[in-house]
Each structure stands twice: as C-alpha cells, then as structure tokens.
C-alpha cells in the first residue's frame, strides 16, 4: 500500500508579505494626500473626507491607521521633519572642512525650503495653531536634534583649528539660519508688494543666499580671523537691477 504523505499535494505558501505592503501602500497614499490637502486648506479645513476622496480610500481608514484627523496630521507634520532630516544626512559634509561645510548646510537649508512650498505651508498652518498638534508628536525631538548634531560637530571643528569661536551654541546657529531661510521663503509674496523688488528672482534669491552665508561666517569667526573676511561686495547683479530709491532704501 503507498505511502498517502508520499503523493499529498503541498499547500501552497502563504504570501505573508502581500498583505502588509497592501497595508503599508495605503497607509502612505492616504499620508501623502493629507500631506498636500492639508497643506492647501489647512488643518480645519482639511478634513477627513476631502482626504480619502484624495487617497481613493475611506474615511475608516485614516480612523484605522492614524486614530483621528489629529493623528494623521501629527504624522504628517513628523513626516515633512524627517525628509528634511534624511536629505541633509545625505549631504557629504567634511567637519574637517568647517567654514565649506557649514556653509553647505546653509545652501541646503534655505534651497529646502524654497523648493518645498509645501514644508512651508504646513509649518505655518500648524504656528497658527500655536504647535498644539507638534507638542504631542514623540519623533519631533529626535529630528531637530540630528539637524543640532550636525552644526554643533562643525562647529566644534572650525573651533578646534582656531576658525570659529568656541564660545557658540549650536542650537543658535541652527536657529539663526533656519529663520533666515523660513522668513524669506513664507514671506516672499508679501514682501515682494512690500519692498517693491521681485524677490523670486534667480538674481534676489543668489543674493540673499549669499548674504546670509556671509552673515553666519561672520558671527561664527574667531575674532582674529573676523579681521581677514572680505566685506560683502557692493553693487551686486541684483542689487544693479533694482530702481535707485530701491537701493536708496536698503543702504
């Protein structure tokens, strides 16, 4: 008589793996589409259906993966800091080299937020809010804190060569040039019609990068090699550009 276990069909495998990437694939649609119905109609105007419709899911599922429309948010919020974080950990940054990498670091943080509007937008939707939604995330620390590490490893550098000051603290120095590259940038429009000078101009936007560089190197320079840095140049592409009571104003 044959052996019946001999001649059993196997069962077939179970693809374990299909459904969690189905579920992680519609966690990141409906992440990604509040990320930028949000960042149009803000948190109270971004609800939760305009978001699923955006998605091609349903409001349970937002509920089910997020909690609540607070919940989504939160993670939408923590997921703009960590592709900020993870971009500048890609940047291959020499300490050895402090004045080229923090000036590096500045390049990258105001062209961030420049070419991403939507970091912007949401930033100031939720300072509207007065950061009630931010204050609960458990990850928001741990990004600024990497981004800190950065500045403070050249910083610590630039002053261990007789560079920089030894008297700074890194998180200043990110503060100074985080608000320098967020101002210009939420700003821009209004202080296009304010000033009166095109500020989305390839030429402003040089300009202003380059003064800002300029401005950090400046306050971050041992004063004995403060006495070595060249002034900023006068009269530059931009400035040339702009109309006499233009320039009249801002000298």
Known sequence: MADSRSTAKPKPQRRTGVREAAAQATRDSILKSATKVFAK?????GSVEKISKAAKSYDRMIYYYFGSKEGLFIAVLEGIYQRMDDAEAAIALDASRPVEALTEVIRFVLGYYRKNPEFVTLLNTENLH????ISKSLRAREYSSRAVAII???????G????????LV????????????YFYTSNRHTLTAFLGEPLESPEAITHWEDFVIE?????????????NTPPHEENT????SQPAASRARSS
């Open 237 to 240: 592409k931009w400035q040339k």
């Open 41 to 45: 109609y803000g948190y109270d105007g």
């Open 215 to 227: 401005t950090v190197l400046r306050t971050v320079r041992a004063d004995d090699v403060q006495e």
């Open 130 to 133: 007065k950061g009630r939604h």
């Open 160 to 167: 261990a060569q007789g560079l920089f000051r030894k008297d």
């Open 170 to 181: 890194a998180r200043d120095i990110y503060l100074l040039i985080a608000s320098t590259g």
């Open 152 to 158: 403070a490893e050249i910083l610590a550098s630039g």
